[in-house]
């Protein structure tokens, strides 16, 4: 996944909310067309923040339920798939949460360095920074995941994490650096 | 902020594509001198396509909609009104989401219609002699004239009666006899006319995936 153009954003857009506008109607099909639609976009991060698919998919599962109840009330104040991903957010906290603090909290970096080959294959670095992101407080972890994988705007992620811009900026500020702390050769890569 | 500090904020945006306006010529500029901003660039690069990168494995999502879709159905059962589901109510009542609000007067707002639209279909049905109180699929709709344009549809089973009156407000139908012994109502246009009951007004019916079945017949 790629993080989407502005172009293919506005496309998923007008999709979506042509499939929310049916869901709100009690349409099953759409219903299940935008499920799988963000399945898709959820699972695979879920799956990799959770570790687990079945608790993943309880979040999916969750958040989903309430698109179904609440599509009726959607009134567009932001992009749907901000909506939702808002939704995912606190469903995935919550579930995170009451399944106990091991899965979520961030194990402390000091003394702690992943050292990397200095001959780093793409797929090797991808690597090493997916590791090292599981070292970050979760906060930062999902900044970086909402910015880099998704392809929010800053004032999105805001919405989705119910927060100000400005912490936005900082929990990825602090998030790069301890990239950088985990991964030095991280700040060594040739432009 | 120092120019530094600014350009380094905007990378994020950058390489998510988020960037626009003058801020993009700006950071160009910025970068074009900037060496640590190059660099930065390239870092804040391998952390996007390290996220982006695909799973090695698929997800099959049909099977996790069903089960949502079977935890959706267990709901509209538990948001019946009392009087069609007493067991579920007192459950009901534990439970914070369906236990009150505008689901379960909607749901008793349906009722009511429902019930009227029935009564009155009795009522007009009502034989002058002793009749046998059940009709088949077959059977002529009381109160509805011969020759006049009627659909024969089934609901789903889990539908809420809040739903048939959706259903058929969407539709311009009203009830004129039903449920039958095996689920069948029989629906005639709201006015009386035969205008709504075009094909597209059955066509609109088996579109609804709260609708099983819907065929026209006349009477």
């Keep these: ?85 808002g939704i995912a957010y606190r469903r995935a906290l919550k579930t995170l949460r009451a399944r106990g603090h091991q899965l979520y909290e961030a194990v402390p970096i000091e003394n702690e360095t992943l050292v990397a080959p200095d001959e780093m294959a793409d797929a090797e670095t991808g690597e090493w920074i997916l590791s090292a992101m599981q070292q970050l407080p979760l906060e930062q972890r999902l900044s970086l995941e909402y910015a880099y994988g998704y392809g929010h705007s800053c004032e999105e992620i805001a919405k989705i994490m119910d927060c100000p811009a400005n912490t936005v900026k ?20 040739e432009p | 902020m120092n120019e530094h500090a600014r350009a380094v904020e905007l990378l994020t945006w950058k390489v998510n594509g988020r960037l626009a306006g003058a801020e993009v010529d700006w950071l160009e500029a910025h970068l074009e001198g900037c ?93 002058e002699s002793r009749a046998p109180d059940y009709r088949t699929v077959t059977d002529e709709a009381p109160g509805v004239p011969a020759g006049q344009p009627v659909i024969k549809a089934i609901f789903d089973d889990r539908v809420r009666l809040g739903d048939v009156q959706d259903i058929l407000a969407g539709a311009g139908l009203a009830v004129a006899s039903g449920p039958s012994a095996a689920g069948v109502y029989t629906l005639v246009a709201v006015d009386g006319k035969a205008a709504p009951l075009t094909p597209s007004t059955i066509a609109r019916l088996r579109a609804d995936p709260r609708v099983r079945f819907a065929e026209a017949g006349a009477r």
């Design chain 1, 1 to 85: 996944m790629v993080a989407p153009s502005s172009q293919q954003q506005q496309s998923r857009e007008d999709s979506d909310r042509r499939l929310l506008q049916l869901v709100a109607a009690g349409d099953r099909e759409a219903f299940r067309e935008l499920y799988v639609v963000y399945h898709r976009r959820l699972a695979r991060f879920l799956v990799r923040l959770t570790r687990r698919y079945e608790v993943a998919e309880e979040i999916i599962n969750d958040t989903l339920w309430v698109v179904w109840r609440k599509a009726g009330d959607f009134r567009g104040e932001s992009r749907i798939s901000t909506w939702i991903m």
């Design chain 1, 170 to 189: 900082t929990r990825l500020f602090h998030a790069r650096a301890k990239l950088r702390a985990l991964l030095p050769q991280l700040a060594g890569l």
């Design chain 2, 35 to 127: 060496s640590d901003c190059r660099r930065e660039l390239a870092a804040q690069r391998a952390i996007r396509d390290a996220i982006a990168r695909e799973p090695t494995v698929e997800f099959a999502p049909q099977a996790s909609f069903n089960r949502l879709w079977a935890r959706i159905e267990q709901d509209s059962r538990e948001a019946l009104p009392p009087a069609l589901a007493p067991t579920v109510a007192a459950r009901r009542g534990r439970r914070r989401h369906w236990a009150a609000g505008r689901w379960t007067r909607a749901a008793l707002a349906a009722q009511a219609v429902l019930i009227a639209l029935l009564g009155g279909a009795l009522w007009r049905g009502a034989p």
